[in-house]
C-alpha cells in the first residue's frame, strides 16, 4: 500500500477519533459516577435499615456486562470467571428482591 492509498483511505473513515476519545472519557467519569451513587445508596439504605437488593442487581448487572463485553474481545479467562460471578450475584440480588418485594 503506498502514501495515496493510505490517504485515501484515511479521508474515507466516518471514524472521528476526538469524538470517539471524549466518549470513552465520559464513559470512564460515568462509572465513577456510577459507582458514587451506588455506595451511597447502600450506605444511606443501611443507616435507615432498607435492603438494597434492587440497586445492588444494578450494579452486579452493570458488572456482568462490561466483563462479557471484555471477554469477547480479549477471549481472557479471567473476564469469564468475573463475569459467571456477576451473574450469580446479580441473580442472588433479584430473587432477594422480588422474594421481599412479594412479602
Avoid: P
Avoid at 476519545?21 to 447502600?42: L, P, Q, T
Avoid at 452486579?60 to 469469564?80: M, P, R, S, V
Amino acid at each position: 500500500m503506498n502514501k495515496e492509498e493510505i490517504l485515501s483511505k484515511s479521508r474515507q473513515s466516518t471514524k472521528d477519533e476526538g469524538l470517539e476519545y471524549i466518549e470513552n472519557k465520559g464513559r470512564k467519569i460515568g462509572y465513577s459516577i456510577f459507582i458514587c451513587v451506588f455506595a451511597f445508596i447502600v450506605i444511606f439504605n443501611a443507616f435507615i435499615g432498607q435492603k438494597s437488593d434492587a440497586v445492588s442487581a444494578l450494579f452486579w448487572t452493570f458488572g456482568l456486562a462490561e466483563n462479557i463485553a471484555k471477554y469477547q474481545f480479549t477471549h481472557e479467562k479471567k473476564n469469564l470467571i468475573l463475569a459467571i460471578g456477576f451473574l450469580i450475584t446479580t441473580i442472588f440480588s433479584l430473587t432477594n428482591f422480588v422474594l421481599s418485594s412479594l412479602r
